[in-house]
């Protein structure tokens, strides 16, 4: 049996990747923050009882704060989602609460997993398509899996702008986790996803409506009542969040994988795509906003689907993946009375 460890295990993508790890046959180790978050996923889902496990890691950047889970874990594969969150409003100061714990967490694992994680093959990051782009239309760039952002830690500082201290870290913490491995050579592989948005049913634990994650958040809006048009596009692209969870586990022993970062899924977003969906679920009908008439902006991602292929990606409709993510909405609304 396998044994993975994930960080930032109660998060929305983390979720989806235990799912399919334990289905797998996987034995998998979550970090979080707090003991109490790991008896909220059980709490989630009883049926992982005896396949999982949690080790509570309260700051990921702190020196030497994964040696001893290194020494004692035995793991065969990591995977690394945990990240500074783009809406959390307490993250305003781009060094303090976005460079600094991204990329020190992110070499902190690296470095324990290389003294101590002999039985590790592989590595899979959670990256962004934020490390190549921010998505605005003047960027006209035909992207690849080879192209980084045109902005630095100095333009982060100058803008103070959460966004974008959010794609300078996830770029500054991707070129130091490859110094790591040019430099250490570690006996592990080492792969980083680069997907746009993410879509999908939100399984992790949920205490209220208010703020699920915030992908799930902003899909809400258009039929929680609080929108009366569709709103703007703010990025033209999207993965389902299981297609993303496949993406990670086949990435850690994919060949081509090896020691690479990568574009995934890819698919063209615009928000009237995602209402035109959810137009195809019967208990929304009246809930939803008017129709945008917004032009669907194009970015062209040249290898995309060259990646999707070597992963053997088939990825989900539209209708899937806005279907049900609605439906599980309705779940969570029947839950909380809403």
């Known amino acids: 049996m396998p044994k993975t460890l994930i960080t930032g295990a109660n998060s929305f993508v983390a979720a989806q990747i235990i799912d399919q790890l334990i289905a797998l046959g996987h034995f998998v180790v979550g970090s979080v923050r707090s003991s109490p978050k790991g008896d909220e996923i059980l709490a989630t889902h009883p049926e992982y009882a005896g396949k999982i496990s949690f080790v509570t890691v309260s700051d990921y950047a702190k020196k030497g704060v994964w040696e001893n889970i290194m020494k004692e874990g035995e793991f065969d594969y990591v995977i690394h989602v945990a990240a500074p969150l783009l809406d959390d409003p307490r993250l305003s100061d781009f060094e303090r609460d976005f460079l600094a714990p991204s990329v020190d967490g992110a070499l902190e694992l690296l470095k324990s997993a290389k003294e101590y994680g002999k039985s590790i093959k592989a590595i899979a990051v959670t990256g962004s398509v934020n490390s190549i782009t921010t998505g605005d239309p003047s960027d006209t760039r035909v992207l690849t899996s080879s192209e980084w952002l045109p902005l630095s830690i100095s333009d982060a500082i100058a803008a103070n702008h959460p966004y974008i201290s959010y794609c ?128 669907p902006r194009e970015v062209v991602f040249a290898d995309v689907e060259e990646w999707n292929e070597k992963l053997g990606l088939k990825l989900r409709s539209a209708e899937e993946t806005f279907g049900d993510a609605a439906r599980k909405i309705l779940e969570l609304e029947k839950k909380f009375g809403a």
């Open 168 to 295: 300078v870290s996830k770029a500054e913490t991707e070129k130091a986790i490859w110094k790591f491995v040019e430099e250490e050579k570690p006996d592990f592989n080492v792969s980083v996803l680069l997907p746009a948005l993410i879509f999908g049913p939100a399984i992790q634990p949920v205490k209220d409506l208010k703020k699920i994650n915030y992908s799930t958040d902003r899909f809400y809006d258009l039929f929680s009542g609080i929108l009366e048009v569709v709103p703007p596009t703010s990025f033209p692209s999207y993965i389902d969040v299981r297609d993303l969870a496949t993406a990670h586990i086949r990435a850690l022993t994919v060949p081509e994988a090896a020691n690479k970062r990568f574009l995934v899924g890819g698919k063209k977003y615009y928000s009237q795509l995602a209402a035109d969906a959810l137009k195809t679920v019967p208990e929304l009908k009246g809930r939803l906003p008017k129709d945008s008439v917004e032009v």
